[in-house]
T-cell receptor, first 110, second 115 residues
């Protein structure tokens, strides 16, 4: 069965620091992977997606993610975090339906 | 092009009442998905609909919950005889088609509180 694990419930970083949010998936076939961001009280916005091809995917707002099949991971990265990046981040895998992880809440300190 | 619209944004119901949540997909989108987000949790798939058809309702509770997407008008998620455990944020998403390369566009959600 498909599943997504985000091991970090809450992460705090300083503004300007680098960021990596972890995501591990379980899926039998080639996965279609997504990262979404949710600001408080808002819906979800797609940051980036991986379907095939280059394993390093560029997204909006300066985010990127790398698909590593051997590790069943799709970690999200940003070289320099801005205060406006504070939000909840969800990794998702698409099989017969979209399955979300439980999310990682990012706090950014000035 | 307006995004996915959901209304109401906030809904308060007393136990035993009915809740009706509406979702208008993006223009040109004929596929609608409903998700539920409980506090401190991720989104859980509930149901996938196309116009006048329920395609996958494997995530819907067996009782009290129903969904429709009529030929005309918004998609409706209906919860009858609400209980406290139904308090959650309900999100709707739409896509122009189905298949592995589609993207789902999410609405702002309806936050249901059952008192």
């Amino acid at each position: 069965a498909q599943s997504v694990t985000q091991p970090d419930i809450h992460i705090t970083v300083s503004e300007g620091a680098s960021l990596e949010l972890r995501c591990n998936y379980s899926y039998g076939a080639t996965p279609y992977l997504f990262w979404y961001v949710q600001s408080p009280g808002q819906g979800l916005q797609l940051l980036l997606k991986y379907f095939s091809g280059d394993t390093l995917v560029q997204g909006i707002k300066g985010f990127e993610a790398e698909f590593k099949r051997s590790q069943s991971s799709f970690n999200l990265r940003k070289p320099s975090v801005h205060w406006s990046d504070a939000a909840e981040y969800f990794c998702a895998v698409l099989g017969d339906k979209l399955i979300f992880g439980t999310g990682t809440r990012l706090q950014v300190f000035p | 092009n307006a995004g996915v619209m959901q209304n109401p944004r906030h809904l308060v119901r007393r136990r035993g009442q009915e809740a009706r949540l509406r979702c208008s997909p993006m223009k040109g989108h004929s596929h609608v998905y409903w998700y539920r987000q409980l506090p401190e949790e991720g989104l859980k798939f509930m149901v996938y609909l196309q116009k006048e058809n329920i395609i996958d309702e494997s995530g819907m509770p067996k009782e009290r919950f129903s969904a429709e997407f009529p030929k005309e008008g918004p998609s409706i998620l209906r919860i009858q005889q609400v209980v406290r455990g139904d308090s959650a944020a309900y999100f709707c998403a739409s896509s122009p088609t189905s298949g592995p390369t589609y993207e789902q566009y999410f609405g702002p959600g309806t936050r249901l509180t059952v008192t």
